[in-house]
């Protein structure tokens, strides 16, 4: 029986439960639901009892014996944290959204540039000044640079230091061969615009706030996962029970083939009566191997949360769940359920780190609308060197009268006496006229925020239903419970009088036959019950840990919304 009030009478409810009502339920029924659930769990040890006695050799808890496997619950849950693939896969994508970070973090480093080159030209005669009729210039080129972005104000700073080398056959050249170096530093300071956020910031900012988001993704995986285990391990204990309840049916089914047989002998009933009892037998024949089927379809789903591939030898064994349901209390603090689902849950948690990275769209796109207003700061400093060739006569009739040697490292000292400076001051403006395209961005993060707060506020709600449906859904099953209990006693009970009223010739086969039935129903039906109850209680502490499903975080872009 599934129970789920709509999300007002789940509200309604929640409001109107406290701790202090809860505390006054009776003592009688608690007593009564007491026994009526240890009742149950004799049911399912009887089921299991019977199951070890006729399937397989009896094992200590947590060991092997061939190709059996008893396991433990918590066992179980605990080679799932080691094992699952699901969870191995969740664990690896807070370490993917690592590297997003430290690539953009890597963006601050400072990058080095460099350039060699070889050079050679002849120029042509345009002019009596070109210092000869074919004039060759070979150049080498060694230049190096240094660029890094800041990591907080926006701003950029570059040096590069340029040398060269240069052999000319140009008359009017004053040094053969030449050196000549520079050394440029040069900063950009925005003060508006990508003063306080740009883009790289922006997307440091909200990769930091998506391995948060990874981080509750793999939580609520985790969480999913063992909740799907606990409840495939009680969904393997009923199948395995539901078969010995198949057995002993067939079992009841073929003793009364063979009673009916020794009374058509004696002559106190008729032939025809042994027909429909071997059919019941045979019909009971097929409902053991559908159990039997069913067992092993429960057991392959437990075994698909516990194993990291078909070569794990968990794969290979027969697992025996060893664990019976505990008797444990029902919820009564919804009120603090709710409360504790609202503070922890994953998919609410990944709600509020996506309100916080809209809050830093919001920032950046702001901050894109204001004017660009950058301040260009430059020094730099130059020196030349080489060979210095002397020259006597008239202008445009001198002759080389004497060289004095020089070389690269003149080019270096008069460089670092700076006695040719070169230094730059400006201030840059831009703004686009009648607005921007950021503009736009920043008026619709604005929007998304808004529908980002309001989903957040349904997400609050359908919260509140689910905590609240889903105790709901565990008082009722512990109500099923109770209720399973008696009919099974009464079929107990009214099977054994059928048999009664059969020996003395009272009743028909019939009647004994649909017996049975019922008595087999029951029994699988109060197995049902408990185990629905058993797998409701996880459902609940899961409710107030992660949605269904488990996941639900939707990582953001890296350059944020709207870009």
Same mark, same amino acid.
């Given at each position: 029986?599934?129970?789920?009030?709509?999300?007002? =009478?789940?509200?309604?409810?929640?409001?109107?439960?406290?701790?202090?009502?809860? &505390?006054?339920?009776?003592?009688?029924?608690?007593?009564?639901?007491?026994?009526?659930?240890?009742?149950?769990?004799?049911?399912?040890?009887?089921?299991?009892?019977?199951?070890?006695?006729?399937?397989?050799?009896?094992?200590?808890?947590?060991?092997?014996?061939?190709?059996?496997?008893?396991?433990?619950?918590?066992?179980?849950?605990?080679?799932?944290?080691?094992?699952?693939?699901?969870?191995?896969?969740?664990?690896?994508?807070?370490?993917?959204?690592?590297?997003?970070?430290?690539? =953009?973090? $890597? *963006?601050?480093?400072?990058?080095?540039?460099?350039?060699?080159?070889?050079?050679?030209?002849?120029?042509?005669?345009?002019?009596?000044?070109?210092?000869?009729?074919?004039?060759?210039?070979?150049?080498?080129?060694?230049?190096?640079?240094?660029?890094?972005?800041?990591?907080?104000?926006?701003?950029?700073? *570059?040096?590069?230091?340029?040398?060269?080398?240069?052999?000319?056959?140009?008359?009017?050249?004053?040094?053969?061969?030449?050196? /000549?170096?520079?050394?440029?530093? !040069?900063?950009?300071?925005?003060?508006?615009?990508?003063?306080?956020?740009?883009?790289?910031? /922006?997307?440091?900012?909200?990769?930091?706030?998506?391995?948060?988001?990874?981080?509750?993704?793999?939580?609520?995986?985790?969480?999913?996962?063992?909740?799907?285990?606990?409840?495939?391990?009680?969904? #393997?204990?009923?199948?395995?029970?539901?078969?010995?309840?198949?057995?002993?049916?067939?079992?009841?089914?073929?003793?009364?083939?063979?009673?009916?047989?020794?009374?058509?002998?004696?002559?106190?009933?008729?032939?025809?009566?042994?027909?429909? !009892?071997?059919?019941?037998?045979?019909?009971? &024949? %097929?409902?053991?191997?559908?159990? @039997?089927?069913?067992?092993?379809?429960?057991?392959?789903?437990?075994?698909?949360?516990?194993?990291?591939? *078909?070569?794990?030898?968990?794969?290979?064994? +027969?697992?025996?769940?060893?664990?019976?349901?505990?008797?444990?209390?029902?919820?009564?603090?919804?009120?603090?359920?709710?409360?504790?689902?609202?503070?922890?849950?994953?998919?609410?948690?990944?709600?509020?780190?996506?309100?916080?990275? $809209?809050?830093?769209?919001?920032?950046?796109?702001?901050? %894109?609308?204001?004017?660009?207003?950058?301040? $260009?700061?430059?020094?730099?400093? %130059?020196?030349?060197?080489? +060979?210095?060739?002397?020259?006597?006569?008239?202008?445009?009739?001198?002759?080389?009268?004497?060289?004095?040697?020089?070389?690269?490292?003149?080019?270096?000292?008069?460089?670092?006496?700076?006695?040719?400076?070169?230094?730059?001051?400006?201030?840059?403006?831009?703004?686009?006229?009648?607005?921007?395209?950021?503009?736009?961005?920043?008026?619709?993060?604005?929007?998304?925020?808004?529908?980002?707060?309001?989903?957040?506020?349904?997400? @609050?709600?359908?919260?509140?239903?689910?905590?609240?449906?889903?105790?709901?859904?565990?008082?009722?099953? #512990?109500?099923? =419970?109770?209720?399973?209990?008696?009919?099974?006693?009464?079929?107990?009970?009214?099977?054994?009088?059928?048999?009664?009223?059969?020996?003395?010739?009272? *009743?028909?086969?019939?009647?004994?036959?649909?017996?049975?039935?019922?008595?087999?129903?029951?029994?699988?039906?109060?197995?049902?019950?408990?185990?629905?109850?058993?797998?409701?209680? =996880?459902?609940? @502490?899961?409710?107030?840990?992660?949605?269904?499903?488990?996941?639900?975080?939707?990582?953001?872009?890296?350059?944020?919304?709207?870009?």
């Amino acid at each position: 029986m599934k129970i789920f009030a709509s999300t007002t =009478v789940a509200i309604a409810l929640l409001l109107a439960a406290q701790p202090a009502a809860a &505390r006054q339920a009776s003592a009688s029924d608690a007593a009564r639901q007491d026994l009526v659930v240890r009742q149950a769990l004799q049911t399912y040890q009887d089921g299991l009892d019977a199951l070890t006695e006729t399937h397989a050799p009896v094992a200590q808890p947590g060991t092997s014996s061939g190709t059996l496997r008893e396991l433990a619950l918590e066992e179980a849950v605990s080679i799932a944290l080691e094992q699952n693939l699901d969870i191995q896969v969740a664990r690896l994508e807070p370490q993917s959204v690592d590297l997003l970070v430290a690539g =953009v973090r $890597n *963006t601050y480093r400072p990058s080095l540039t460099s350039t060699l080159g070889l050079r050679d030209q002849y120029q042509l005669p345009t002019s009596s000044l070109n210092g000869g009729n074919k004039v060759n210039n070979g150049t080498r080129t060694y230049n190096f640079g240094l660029a890094k972005t800041m990591p907080r104000y926006g701003g950029s700073l *570059t040096v590069n230091w340029t040398n060269s080398r240069l052999e000319t056959s140009n008359t009017f050249s004053n040094f053969n061969p030449s050196f /000549q170096t520079n050394l440029v530093a !040069a900063f950009v300071q925005p003060l508006l615009r990508g003063f306080r956020i740009d883009n790289t910031r /922006q997307q440091l900012l909200v990769n930091l706030i998506n391995r948060d988001i990874s981080e509750e993704s793999a939580r609520a995986t985790v969480t999913q996962t063992l909740a799907n285990v606990r409840n495939a391990y009680w969904d #393997l204990v009923f199948a395995q029970s539901a078969v010995d309840v198949a057995q002993r049916a067939q079992d009841l089914a073929d003793k009364l083939v063979v009673d009916n047989q020794a009374r058509v002998e004696v002559g106190t009933l008729a032939p025809l009566d042994i027909v429909q !009892a071997q059919a019941e037998a045979a019909t009971r &024949r %097929q409902n053991l191997a559908a159990a @039997e089927a069913a067992a092993q379809t429960a057991e392959l789903t437990l075994k698909r949360f516990l194993v990291s591939g *078909t070569d794990d030898p968990l794969w290979r064994q +027969t697992i025996r769940p060893v664990d019976l349901p505990s008797l444990q209390p029902a919820p009564t603090d919804v009120e603090g359920a709710v409360r504790k689902a609202l503070a922890e849950r994953t998919d609410v948690l990944t709600a509020r780190k996506n309100l916080d990275s $809209n809050d830093i769209n919001i920032r950046y796109f702001r901050n %894109q609308a204001l004017p660009a207003v950058d301040l $260009n700061a430059s020094y730099g400093a %130059q020196g030349l060197g080489g +060979t210095s060739i002397i020259r006597t006569g008239p202008l445009g009739n001198q002759v080389i009268s004497g060289t004095v040697p020089g070389g690269y490292g003149d080019a270096l000292s008069l460089l670092k006496a700076r006695d040719y400076p070169t230094w730059n001051l400006n201030v840059s403006m831009s703004y686009p006229l009648g607005g921007s395209q950021a503009e736009a961005q920043h008026a619709r993060a604005r929007v998304q925020r808004s529908q980002a707060l309001t989903r957040l506020r349904a997400l @609050e709600v359908q919260i509140a239903a689910e905590v609240a449906n889903a105790a709901l859904t565990v008082q009722s099953n #512990l109500k099923r =419970v109770e209720a399973a209990s008696a009919a099974r006693e009464l079929a107990q009970k009214r099977l054994e009088a059928e048999q009664s009223r059969f020996e003395v010739g009272l *009743t028909t086969n019939f009647f004994v036959v649909q017996a049975q039935r019922d008595l087999r129903d029951a029994q699988n039906t109060e197995l049902r019950a408990l185990a629905d109850y058993r797998k409701s209680l =996880v459902n609940f @502490e899961r409710a107030q840990q992660s949605p269904a499903g488990g996941g639900g975080g939707n990582l953001n872009s890296a350059t944020g919304g709207g870009q």
